[in-house]
């Protein structure tokens, strides 16, 4: 937790270098590359770096380090043959990758290139971080992960400034190629000469092991990652590359918030809903983490928009100021999506993968669809209202799969949470909507956080709640 905290305010650090030094034209760039390495990336990895933890640990109960020596070859071999192929191909294809990402005819193939250098240094981070996880050298992989990340600020900074965009596409590489240093030395610390790849210890039946393992995974980030890539393309062709940096801005304020609570779903929650026993026992645990989120959640999101302006000029800076009205339509579909997903982990920890799949390329899909419509009317605010009610119907769909599948309800207790949570964001999107004096905004968020309170209060469960939230932070930041 500590070091996914560090990595979010090192990422921030980032983002207001790059608003500064490259503007939001410069920003668009920037995402569009980071998103292209992450889709080579993450096809590159095939899902195996789960398979990895999940084997290693088991060899190391055993006490077998012949097959961890195996296990940890084999990977590193096997994945790094993919990602030379996947990288290789890529920067083949560079012109035509370059089109597609910017629309520019191949006028950025160059930066494309530079990008794709780094895929195999991420693949083989990705295998040592597997490695480290499965023989829980927490020490080790916590260490290299905050080292990386605050040393990588400083180098970022150092090629921003005088390189401008290529500047940024070598510090997204530098990062990877820290990690790996960092990590494989960790490696070695933690389990001496086992941590050195050989390839006389290569085996085919190791590799075929960790095949299949983080498959659902893998299309689903695959999926998301495309989809990104694709709307922020769309922009481009329509409004230009500085509207595109515009919503990857509000994009990135949405991930940097939710992400350690998207952490905490995918650790505490997804292993105490895989724990349960009956369908009784499941739905407690759903609904109580739908309660709790709805504690947490909804008052982020409304100092998130009542708070938008500000937040804007000190995390980036003026020219960023539409942002904070794409927040305004964007940060509700979170709260929708939030109790989606909720739902959808304990779909997938009972194994529907596929049903789980599914309803995710069929998101996918309706999401596009919506930001095709809604974009040609009504420009960023469209992407963001297709996000909001492409989430809505991400959430109805879970709900009646987990009916299905899972014999899920919410009760009445966990409906009221959610209730409160979409009144109070909604409420206050709408009434700091056209308000351009920031105190004022800032305002109208207190007045409706203490009525939502009020409410809230003659709700028996949600003292609890409250006190279990505060408790979580505060054990957290110990």
């Given at each position: 937790?500590?070091?996914?905290?560090?990595?979010?305010?090192?990422?921030?650090?980032?983002?207001?270098?790059?608003?500064?030094?490259?503007?939001?034209?410069?920003?668009?760039?920037?995402?569009?590359?980071?998103?292209?390495?992450?889709?080579?990336?993450?096809?590159?990895?095939?899902?195996?770096?789960?398979?990895?933890?999940?084997?290693?640990?088991?060899?190391?109960?055993?006490?077998?380090?012949?097959?961890?020596?195996?296990?940890?070859?084999?990977?590193?071999?096997?994945?790094?043959?993919?990602?030379?192929?996947?990288?290789?191909?890529?920067?083949?294809?560079?012109?035509?990758?370059?089109?597609?990402?910017?629309?520019?005819?191949?006028?950025?193939?160059?930066?494309?290139?530079?990008?794709?250098?780094?895929?195999?240094?991420g693949v083989a981070g990705l295998v040592y971080r597997s490695l480290l996880n499965g023989t829980r050298s927490v020490k080790q992989l916590t260490f290299a992960r905050m080292a990386a990340d605050v040393l990588s600020v400083a180098v970022f900074a150092a090629l921003v400034v005088p390189f401008g965009i290529p500047g940024a596409a070598l510090g997204l590489v530098s990062l990877h190629l820290l990690y790996l240093v960092l990590i494989s030395w960790g490696a070695r610390v933690a389990i001496g000469a086992l941590s050195r790849p050989r390839l006389a210890a290569f085996r085919w039946q190791?590799?075929?092991?960790?095949?299949?393992?983080?498959?659902?995974?893998?299309?689903?980030?695959?999926?998301?990652?495309?989809?990104?890539?694709?709307?922020?393309?769309?922009?481009?062709?329509?409004?230009?590359?500085?509207?595109?940096?515009?919503?990857?801005?509000?994009?990135?304020?949405?991930?940097?918030?939710?992400?350690?609570?998207?952490?905490?779903?995918?650790g505490y929650y997804f292993a105490s809903i895989a724990r349960a026993q009956t369908p009784e026992e499941l739905a407690d645990q759903i609904d109580k983490a739908i309660a709790l989120y709805m504690v947490i959640v909804p008052p982020i999101i409304v100092g998130l928009m009542a708070g938008g302006d500000l937040i804007v000029r000190i995390l980036f800076s003026a020219e960023f100021l539409p942002v904070a009205t794409i927040l305004l339509v964007l940060l509700p579909g979170d709260v929708l999506r939030l109790v989606a997903?909720?739902?959808g982990q304990a779909i997938l920890a009972r194994k529907h993968f596929v049903l789980s799949a599914g309803i995710m390329l069929a998101w996918t899909v309706c999401y596009m669809v919506l930001v095709k419509i809604l974009m040609a009317r009504y420009g960023l605010i469209g992407i963001a209202l297709a996000y909001l009610v492409s989430h809505a119907g991400l959430m109805v769909a879970f709900l009646v799969a987990g009916r299905i599948v899972l014999g899920y309800l919410p009760r009445i207790s966990s409906t009221l949470f959610a209730i409160r949570g979409f009144a109070l964001v909604g409420v206050t999107a709408f009434a700091v909507y056209g308000v351009d004096y920031w105190p004022i905004k800032i305002a109208i968020g207190v007045v409706a956080l203490a009525g939502w309170a009020v409410v809230s209060s003659f709700d028996p469960q949600f003292a609890a709640h409250a006190r279990k939230s505060i408790d979580i932070v505060l054990r957290r930041r110990k």
């Open positions: 937790m500590g070091s996914s905290i560090l990595g979010s305010l090192t990422q921030v650090l980032k983002g207001k270098i790059s608003a500064l030094v490259l503007g939001p034209a410069g920003v668009g760039v920037v995402n569009q590359l980071t998103l292209c390495f992450s889709l080579f990336l993450t096809a590159s990895s095939l899902g195996v770096p789960n398979g990895i933890a999940r084997n290693i640990a088991v060899h190391q109960r055993e006490e077998d380090e012949e097959a961890i020596r195996a296990q940890l070859s084999s990977s590193f071999i096997f994945l790094a043959a993919v990602s030379l192929g996947f990288s290789g191909l890529g920067m083949l294809l560079s012109p035509l990758i370059s089109d597609m990402l910017f629309d520019d005819g191949g006028g950025r193939a160059n930066l494309v290139v530079l990008v794709l250098l780094g895929v195999p240094v190791a590799v075929r092991m960790n095949m299949g393992f983080g498959i659902h995974g893998l299309v689903i980030a695959v999926l998301t990652i495309f989809s990104t890539l694709l709307v922020s393309r769309w922009i481009i062709t329509d409004f230009g590359i500085a509207e595109s940096g515009l919503f990857s801005v509000a994009l990135k304020v949405t991930s940097v918030y939710l992400g350690g609570l998207y952490a905490a779903a995918s997903e909720t739902i």
